[in-house]
């Protein structure tokens, strides 16, 4: 056996900013798990869910679509224009998502190590290196295209676009912040969600401010120009534990 390293990596950003097309990229191009936090919100207020129905405690009955679903774009507009009311639905829903990421990289990990693993430190970083650290059988680097030959790393991306918001920095041995200019971000939005310039600018204010996300950054990529150029970045990341 040898030493096996988990690197965790945090996808985050800006509403807009271009988070699906590099997840989706570091899936396809790069073989990587992908733990999305937007499926896990989604399971949160399924049909029957005690969120959903603390939801609609909250706003009545009007805020189901016809076949009992969550109305969404309803629940946004009262959420992105009330503070209050925002912060009220991330407390029902931010500890469910969080228990989902525990539970789906421990399934990863025990999926690709034979060796149980002793999970109660999940979501801490080792001083020495800020990376966990577990044993790996040699043979898994070659079955299994999360690794990275020679080091034996188990690469998940998580992608939670309120990571810094909803305090799950832990999760993380590395976060990666995508960027993009104020003005391209809110021509994006306005374009992608059919958004006047004032409703996209509310849900932009809504996120902690981009500036300060990449502040706390340990990679940034900088997806104001073309996908070509960032998918160039993303590359170069993913390289360093390919030595």
């Given amino acids: 056996m ?45 049909p029957g869910s005690p969120i959903l129905y603390s939801i609609v405690e909250r706003y009545g009955a009007a805020i189901l679509l016809p076949d009992g679903n969550l109305n969404r774009p ?57 990376f966990f650290h577990q044993k790996l059988e040699p043979s898994i680097v070659e079955k299994n295209p999360g690794f990275c030959a020679p080091t034996d790393t188990l690469t998940l991306v998580l992608v939670v676009p309120l990571l810094f918001e909803a305090n799950m920095t832990d999760l993380c041995t590395e976060i990666w912040v995508v960027y993009c200019s104020p003005e391209v971000q809110l021509e994006r939005l306005m374009q992608r969600d059919g958004l006047s310039y ?40 993913v390289s360093r534990f390919e030595i």
């Fill in 198 to 237: 004032d409703r996209a600018n509310a849900r932009i204010n809504a996120q902690l401010p981009l500036a300060q996300k990449c502040q706390q950054a340990d990679v940034i990529l900088d997806n104001s120009s073309t996908l070509d150029s960032v998918f160039v970045q993303v590359d170069v990341q």
């Fill in 2 to 46: 040898s030493d096996g390293i988990v690197r965790l990596i945090g996808l985050t950003g800006g509403i807009a900013t271009g988070k699906t097309a590099i997840s989706n990229y570091l899936r396809d191009a790069c073989g990587f798990p992908i733990l999305d936090a937007d499926i896990y919100a989604r399971e949160a207020v399924n």
């Fill in 74 to 130: 309803e629940l946004g507009n009262i959420i992105f224009c009330n503070p209050a009311e925002r912060q009220w639905l991330e407390q029902q829903i931010h500890p469910y998502v969080r228990r989902r990421f525990v539970e789906e990289t421990q399934i990863c990990i025990a999926a690709s190590s034979p060796v149980s693993q002793d999970t109660q430190n999940l979501g801490t970083k080792t001083p020495e290196t800020g």
